[in-house]
Nanobody, 115 residues
């Protein structure tokens, strides 16, 4: 069993930056592939970035070159560094841990980009 807790969201002006964190409890964090998703009101949940247990990363076209996913297995934490934020980045942001058919989700953290 893994519990995920996201933090770091908030209100930021367009062009600003935020770093989201997702802390995992439980053991064997390093074996999980970790992902960040977001969901805006009235829209489907969107996969933004992924990092495998081996550290390979992938990004959606909508955030590539602006967002960076990373993980620190010594702290059981995955991060999402978000730069050059736009109003359309406003959404709830969720982390996901996956290992085979097993999936865990956090409760999400809200990011609002507005002047």
């Amino acid at each position: 069993q893994v519990q995920l807790v996201e933090s770091g969201g908030g209100l930021v002006q367009p062009g600003g930056s935020l770093r989201l964190s997702c802390a995992a409890s439980g053991s064997q964090f390093s074996i999980y592939d970790m992902k960040w998703y977001r969901q805006a009101p009235g829209k489907q949940r969107e996969l933004l970035a992924a990092i495998t247990s081996g550290g390979i990363t992938n990004y959606s076209d909508s955030v590539k070159s602006r967002f960076t996913i990373s993980r620190d297995n010594t702290k059981n934490t995955v991060y999402l560094q978000m730069n050059s934020l736009k109003p359309e980045d406003t959404a709830g942001y969720y982390c996901n841990a996956a290992w085979g058919p097993v999936n865990y989700w956090g409760q999400g953290t809200q990011v609002t980009v507005s002047s």
